[in-house]
């Protein structure tokens, strides 16, 4: 090979090879530096690569600024873009639109995710290009109804009701339905299946007995949640930043009581968690059935989302009147209570930051809503 090599450079000669080695440098050293002023000043780039330099712009800012920083989890500060490029940290904006004609107003928003830090761009350029959040997406194409399939205000809160719904999410590359938007924070369920569980298996005084405590605070179900939550199974780092910290009511009901009543849910509450289950209430205000006014009722699983699902599956909440028994949904029964130490499938709730951006979707299930 290496006899080749000589006599093909014999043959070229010497000089020739130096200078052909001299217009080749040449061509590449010219394509590289046109390359790079192209990208500097002529090259425009998208709202969304102007998004990305905000948010680098802002971490680097952060990171030789930490005092700046929100101290407490769900607290938020807002850095502008003014002062990221007044410190050095980016260029104006209209270096990269290419255009003076475009104005933005444009800050990042940093947001404290259990200790870890999110950060949103805010980029508002009038009609060429504005920021959407997915909360405010969702209210503008779900107009408030009072009859029929639809959002619902209940309370202080915007609930999906009946069956044929434009709630479907995708989310960590799981398919999730929209529950309700409360504070302007969306809550998912989620619709693949996971492991079936026992919701407790603890000794009962009441039964002598191994058959469970309906205690949501101390079961072996939030154990469970907790360890979805820190794993890697269900979340990544990534989307776990999305995720908003909620107050997750566990108040006891009885089977013949008013399962709508917040009063009763919220007579005993975890604050600050990351993930959960459905309640009874939750469940009974997703149908659109009249009847539907007590957990033992199954006109409950009537033009209802939440009881279309294949699998028996956990509520969070407990009997009133029997420590060992919890609330489980069939398709077929609605509502039901069993023993804490049977087995049932699992479907976590968890609530989307208020900050999280519209990317793409209408709610259907073959375009869900996609967030970032």
């Not at 080749?24 to 046109?34: E, H, L, P, Q, R």
């Not at 995708?170 to 969306?186: E, G, L, P």
């Not at 509450?269 to 007590?294: H, P, W």
């Amino acid at each position: 090979m290496s006899e080749i090599i000589n006599e093909y450079i014999k043959k070229i000669g010497t000089k020739n090879l130096i200078i052909i080695g001299i217009v080749f440098i040449s061509i590449i050293t010219c394509a590289v530096i046109g390359s790079l002023i192209y990208y500097n000043f002529f090259y425009k780039k998208s709202f969304s690569e102007i998004e990305d330099i905000m948010v680098n712009a802002a971490k680097s800012y952060y990171s030789k600024n930490e005092d700046e920083l929100p101290e407490n989890i769900s607290e938020s500060t807002q850095i502008e873009v003014n002062t990221l490029v007044s410190q050095e940290y980016m260029k104006d904006i209209a270096n990269y639109t290419k255009d003076e004609n475009i104005t933005c107003d444009a800050s990042v928003n940093v947001t404290n995710i259990n200790n870890t830090y999110r950060y949103t761009p805010l980029l508002d350029c009038g009609d060429d290009y504005t920021y959407e959040t997915i909360v405010n997406h969702i209210k503008e194409k779900e107009p408030i109804v009072t009859e029929g399939e639809g959002l619902y205000q209940i309370d202080n809160d915007l609930v999906f009701r009946g069956e044929k719904l434009k709630n479907y999410v995708k989310f960590a590359d799981h398919n999730w339905r929209i529950i309700k938007i409360s504070d302007d924070k969306i809550y998912l369920i989620l619709t693949d299946t996971l492991d079936r569980t026992i919701w407790d298996d603890r000794y009962n005084n009441e039964r002598d007995n191994n058959y469970g405590i309906n205690d949501y605070s101390v079961s072996r179900i939030r154990d469970y949640l907790n360890n979805l939550y820190t794993g890697d199974s269900l979340f990544n780092e990534e989307n776990k930043l999305l995720l908003a910290n909620f107050n997750l009511n566990i108040g006891k009901v009885g089977e013949t009581e008013d399962g709508k009543s917040a009063e009763l849910e919220k007579s005993n509450i975890i604050e600050n968690q990351y993930i959960g289950l459905i309640t009874v209430r939750d469940f009974m205000n997703a149908s659109l059935d009249a009847n539907c006014k007590t957990p033992e009722n199954t006109s409950c699983t009537n033009y209802n989302f939440i009881a279309d699902y294949d699998y028996n599956f956990f509520t969070m909440t407990g009997d009133k009147n029997k420590s060992y028994n919890v609330y489980q949904i069939s398709k077929s029964s609605g509502l039901y209570l069993t023993r804490a130490s049977y087995r049932g499938y699992v479907r976590p709730v968890i609530s989307i930051t208020k900050d999280a951006l519209y990317v793409s979707g209408t709610g259907t299930s073959k375009k869900p809503y996609r967030f970032k």
